[in-house]
């Protein structure tokens, strides 16, 4: 990686980091892209070289954050589909408090698109034959069951959410699973 390189990504780091802090503090409608240079210590033009605005810096950092959830292979059979969860609830503790700061600043549900696009990059990947309402159905109940988890402090482990979002998906009413 050349000088030029390692700078673009220290620059766009800062300038993640620095609206990652002010969010702890500041509510995110009140955040202006002033306030985010100033706390990062960089340009207008850095700024805007790099992001269109600070919705922008939130969705590419969601997006790296969770491009890692594509690793297990046919991550939704049914061989799989545990390890799967368990790896995303994984990463979704690890986040946690950014998480949290997402959804107390009520911003967390404009990531339901990124969580369908990731479920159907991973569809489509692994060559999976499903239904095209799969990726809606699958993100909206992740992002449900998400919310209710951050809200209750992370009380299950990740291996305890796979069991009850499992539960959920093939439970039959009448039957004992």
């Not at 600070?54 to 061989?79: A, C, Q, T």
């Not at 799989?80 to 790896?87: C, D, E, F």
């Not at 990059?121 to 209710?148: E, K, M, R």
Request: hydrophobic share 35%; proline share 3%.
């Amino acid at each position: 990686m050349n000088t030029a390189d390692t700078y673009h990504e220290s620059v766009c780091e800062a300038i993640t980091q620095a609206l990652l802090l002010l969010m702890k503090h500041e509510p995110y409608e009140r955040i202006t892209v002033m306030d985010i240079i100033r706390k990062a210590g960089v340009g207008r033009s850095s700024f805007y070289r790099n992001f269109i605005d600070k919705d922008d810096v939130l969705e590419k950092y969601v997006s790296r954050l969770f491009s890692g959830s594509r690793m297990i292979p046919e991550p939704y059979s049914n061989e799989h589909l545990r390890k799967t969860i368990i790896s995303h609830y994984r990463l979704y503790y690890e986040n946690r408090e950014f998480l949290m700061t997402l959804h107390k600043n009520k911003i967390l549900y404009r990531f339901l698109d990124q969580l369908r696009d990731i479920t159907e990059s991973t569809i489509t990947d692994n060559q999976l034959n499903v239904n095209v309402y799969q990726p809606a159905f699958f993100s909206a109940a992740n992002l449900g069951v998400l919310v209710h988890w951050l809200e209750r402090g992370c009380r299950e482990t990740p291996e305890e959410i796979a069991e009850i979002i499992i539960t959920l998906l093939f439970h039959t009413p009448g039957r004992d699973c």
